[in-house]
């Protein structure tokens, strides 16, 4: 699949569409967490309270995966075919659906994974598009007709990013990176509010802690991050260099990991480098918004 980032009009959003099929069935088509025990649970009702596998009892949150810290090297990559496993990187983020092959072999040589998906549009290549309903589709994204922003407010658009979360953590991810979760800031075709946007980016955040997963959030200006710091556990800010990524700061503050992605080639790192080690953020540096396997970083 192909993914870019872009700012602005459309919002802070990073986009998708597919390319070649990178998923494997056993990553796809896990079973839930509820499918997984349901013959169990109703099989017999005294044993609702006994304790899971490895020891919590229902309802628990699952012991937490590693977590992105303070500049830590890492690398991001959303397009280009497979993912790039070779990158000496702390930190990996990759799409969602990637395949279970890469994430072993991200683990096994000591990566955090990050899972990224869409959370404030539909994008029409997933496995899940059909499952969204009409009345929660918003207006289409100028440069990209198919895909459309979704009413945040609608039940079953909640119940089906919860379960994008739950996927990921199935899929072994160690967090996620969740986009769109500014839309509230651009023109979506819904009339929700700032408080409807918070509530929302906050039953991410509550899915993601209860599994274990950690969550970035990569949308909003200075306002929503310091609203929202403590319920994230580290952001990304994408060629704010020129403005000292003023929305990377409650995150700086709080020491949590700030993730800078700058635009263009080696020859940036002597400009790049210093300022963002300044300002407290991870910094590397991507060839273009599309954001395929180059990385050029400053750790």
Not at 209 to 238: E, K, P
Request: proline share 6%.
């Amino acid at each position: 699949m192909m993914v870019t980032a872009c700012a602005g009009a459309e919002g802070d959003v990073l986009r998708s569409t597919p390319d070649a099929a990178t998923s494997e069935a056993s990553t796809l088509d896990a079973p839930t967490l509820d499918a997984a025990t349901s013959d169990a649970a109703t099989s017999d009702a005294a044993t609702s309270d006994a304790p899971t596998l490895d020891g919590r009892l229902p309802g628990d949150a699952a012991p937490p995966h590693p977590k992105p810290e303070p500049l830590m090297t890492w690398q991001i990559q959303l397009s280009g075919g497979m993912v790039d496993t070779s990158a000496e990187a702390r930190v990996y983020i990759a799409d969602f659906e990637m395949p279970a092959s890469v994430i072993r072999t991200l683990h096994s040589a000591g990566r955090i994974v990050i899972c990224y998906f869409s959370a404030g549009t539909r994008e029409d290549f997933r496995t899940d598009a059909p499952d969204f309903p009409t009345s929660s589709l918003g207006a289409s994204l100028p440069n990209y007709p198919n895909e459309r922003w979704v009413d945040i407010r609608n039940p079953t658009v909640r119940s089906i990013m919860q379960d994008r979360v739950a996927k990921a953590a199935r899929s072994d991810c160690d967090g996620v990176h969740p986009s769109g979760l500014a839309a509230f800031l651009t023109n979506t075709g819904f009339d929700f509010t700032r408080a409807d946007q918070l509530a929302y980016d906050r039953l991410l955040t509550a899915a993601a802690h209860t599994l274990g997963l950690s969550i970035g959030l990569v949308d909003g200006d200075v306002s929503l991050r310091q609203d929202l710091v403590a319920d994230f556990d580290w952001t990304i800010v994408f060629g704010c260099l020129a403005t000292n990524c003023t929305p990377a700061g409650p995150f700086v503050a709080a020491r949590k990991a700030a993730f800078l992605v700058e635009y263009g080639d080696e020859s940036r790192k002597a400009e790049v480098c210093p300022k963002a080690k300044d300002l407290g953020l991870s910094a590397i540096i991507k060839r273009d918004a599309n954001l395929d396997a180059f990385r050029a970083t400053c750790l």
